[in-house]
């Protein structure tokens, strides 16, 4: 896919899109969030967090925890991310718990990249392969696609109650369900 100059928000949505074969809109949210990020760091901020309905740009010089949520599947909310290595984009997509499209089933499939942009497109494109009345085998599935993707660092994916990871995970830390909102309240 070719895409003239044109504003730069276009062209790296274009780019992602490419690297992860899909529609260029699947990076909207993730490469929003990058710009947002980058403005930030010209204005010295020495730690700019920006989440975009699942998509996270961070750049920090201390730890952020970040939760992970996937509608009322057993695992939402009880578990998330030390991000230590920045800059990071996370980014998650769901088949069941989304208001965005996906040919996919997964109940979250969650990827890291140095940028949001790129894990926004390729979270899509991931989750768009995991489909099957065998849930081990869609999510080999889909981490045999994450790992055909370039730049993609590292993908969890949760699918009827089945977890598969590959790549570089961040730490894995619990979250005190009972406190979900306290314990994030940094990213309100």
């Not at 690297?19 to 730690?47: F, I, Q, T, Y």
């Not at 590292?154 to 990871?165: E, P, Q, S």
């Not at 979250?175 to 979900?180: D, E, L, Q, S, Y």
């Amino acid at each position: 896919m070719h895409v003239p100059k044109g504003p730069l928000i276009v062209e790296l949505m274009a780019k992602y899109a490419e690297l992860a074969n899909v529609g260029p809109m699947a990076s909207v949210a993730g490469v929003l969030a990058d710009l947002a990020v980058s403005d930030m760091k010209k204005c010295g901020c020495n730690v700019a967090v920006v989440e975009n309905g699942g998509e996270i740009s961070a750049f920090s010089d201390i730890p952020i925890d970040v939760g992970l949520s996937a509608g009322d599947v057993s695992l939402s909310n009880s578990f998330g991310f030390r991000l230590v290595d920045f800059p990071v984009g996370v980014a998650t997509s769901s088949g069941r718990f989304s208001h965005a499209l996906s040919f996919g089933e997964a109940d979250a499939v969650t990827i890291f990249c140095e940028t949001a942009g790129m894990a926004d497109a390729a979270a899509t494109a991931v989750c768009n392969v995991v489909k099957s009345n065998r849930s081990d085998k869609a999510i080999k599935i889909g981490i045999k696609k994450a790992k055909s993707i370039q730049n993609v660092l590292g993908v969890l994916i949760i699918y009827n109650d089945l977890v598969g990871t590959a790549g570089n995970i961040p730490k894995i830390i619990k979250i005190n369900k009972k406190n979900t909102s306290q314990n994030f309240q940094h990213l309100k």
